[in-house]
């Protein structure tokens, strides 16, 4: 099951989201995700200084893997 959700505040935008099922490819969805944010905030031709602060935050109920791939385990 996936609970997702998209904020903007101001400047930055927020991503978070609830994932309580295990998913093989979930780092590259995720990439996905804030990569999608990117296009979707920025106009044709605007320079790349306007890119808004993307947050990521995800709240998983799985393992996400073994080894030293990921930022924290707990």
């Known amino acids: 099951g996936l609970v997702g959700s998209e904020m903007c505040i ?7 989201e609830i994932q309580n099922t295990c998913e093989l490819y979930y780092l590259e969805r995720v990439l996905y ?8 905030h920025l106009h044709l031709g ?5 890119v808004k602060k993307i947050y990521s935050i995800s709240i998983l109920y799985f393992d996400i893997g073994v080894g030293t791939d990921y930022l924290y385990h707990g």
Do not use: N, R
Request: hydrophobic fraction near 40%.
């Open 10 to 16: 101001e400047t930055d935008i927020i991503l978070i």
């Open 46 to 50: 605007q320079d790349y200084s306007g």
């Open 33 to 40: 995700s804030v990569a999608k944010a990117v296009t979707e």
